[in-house]
């Protein structure tokens, strides 16, 4: 199997390509000349790095060409926490989308599998199914939409296979530090407060490495349209940060931020598709998923600047 991957130096992307070299398949990771490849440092020898700017359309076409993939992955978008959601670059991230989507048919790649959120979707009482309604909150998720939208009609007018893996919250290795969980354990381990917008909302938290291999599992099973990419299991935010206190042995203080309370009361995954369809089975329960975070964190935090 040739695979382009976009997003390889991110989150999931380097728990992605780490999977897919360990299967044996021959895959290209298009990089920015600038990124930072820290995360992927132990699989270079084994990946096909391909200097591209996903912005530039010549890079992109000339990498295309040249690759001539059977499937195509895409993760690559704007994630800065605090920045994302109203960043303009959802509109660039948008256009690069659509070009390297044209582009990937006009080769004939017939499979193409992308990143898109739980954020499209609307509040909900219960667990969240492939079914339920999506609004365009902010202009990250309106830009997601769009893509979806416009990449099924693609599919439907081309024959190109489409699957859109809609991911829940996630914890683990390599993961931005302003994010919730390294948030939480950073703060934990200096005996400082932890600052929460507010405890009592529900989420749905995977271990990475869990998220990677749904997103692997999408890619070989063949499915196409929207697939549910969490653990299924309701976790309240206040016992997942009083789990971390726990299995770091610290005494926790919750703060609020100041913030007023933005977000939605219940995000969790009904996954009975990406289960019953693929061949996809977590290897992480949340406590020990939380444990193997934890222990990397500690680790990291210990090496020399």
Request: net charge neutral; glycine share 8%.
């Amino acid at each position: 199997m040739r695979i382009v991957l976009t997003g390889a130096t991110g989150f999931i992307g380097s728990h992605l390509a780490r999977r897919m070299v360990a299967d044996g398949c021959e895959v290209h990771a298009l990089v920015r000349p600038q990124s930072d490849t820290w995360r992927i440092q132990d699989i270079l020898p084994r990946l096909n790095v391909v200097p591209c700017d996903l912005l530039s359309a010549d890079d992109v076409d000339r990498s295309l060409e040249a690759i001539r993939p059977d499937h195509c992955v895409h993760l690559a978008w704007c994630t800065a926490p605090g920045t994302y959601r109203t960043s303009l670059d959802n509109l660039r991230f948008l256009g690069a989308s659509l070009h390297l989507a044209a582009r990937l048919v006009e080769i004939g790649c017939g499979r193409l599998v992308v990143a898109g959120s739980c954020a499209e979707y609307e509040p909900a009482a219960g667990a969240i199914s492939e079914h339920d309604r999506t609004g365009s909150h902010d202009l990250y998720v309106a830009a997601k939409l769009g893509l979806l939208l416009t990449l099924e009609q693609l599919g439907k007018a081309t024959g190109m296979q489409v699957a859109w893996g809609r991911i829940f919250y996630l914890h683990g290795p390599f993961e931005d530090e302003r994010r919730l969980v390294p948030m939480v354990i950073r703060s934990l381990l200096r005996s400082a407060p932890v600052r929460l917008e507010t405890g009592d909302v529900i989420r749905d938290y995977s271990h990475v490495e869990d998220v990677a291999a749904a997103i692997w599992a999408v890619t070989r099973a063949g499915l196409v349209g929207p697939v549910n990419i969490g653990s299924g299991r309701p976790v309240v935010i206040r016992e997942l940060v009083a789990s971390l206190a726990r299995i770091l042995d610290r005494p926790l203080r919750l703060e609020s931020s100041g913030a007023a309370p933005t977000a939605q009361p219940s995000v969790y995954a009904d996954n009975a598709r990406l289960r019953s369809d693929t061949t996809w089975a977590p290897r992480f329960g949340l406590e020990q998923g939380l444990r193997h975070t934890v222990e990397w964190w500690k680790a990291r935090l210990r090496e020399p600047a």
